[in-house]
């Protein structure tokens, strides 16, 4: 399993943290997400062999969210 933690940009309300890790949930290769609202981090852990980190990146800015960094 990898880990990778996404920094987005600063998340306006609680609702984005709902809508984040619902999607993200739903996603194939996705084991745990977390979305750290007073941070406005995405914790992300997936099998690389289902899904790689630029797709979740994608998925994540596909909701209309940036992503600032990726580490
Ligand atoms: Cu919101």
Request: overall charge positive.
């Amino acid at each position: 399993m990898t880990k990778k933690t996404y920094q987005l940009e600063t998340l306006a309300c609680p609702t984005c943290v709902t809508k984040i890790e619902t999607v993200l949930k739903k996603t194939a290769g996705v084991d745990q997400s977390e979305v750290l609202f007073n941070s406005s981090r995405v914790k992300v852990s997936f099998d690389e062999a289902t899904i790689d980190s630029e797709a979740i990146k994608r998925r994540i800015e596909d909701l209309g969210y940036k992503v600032v960094s990726v580490k």
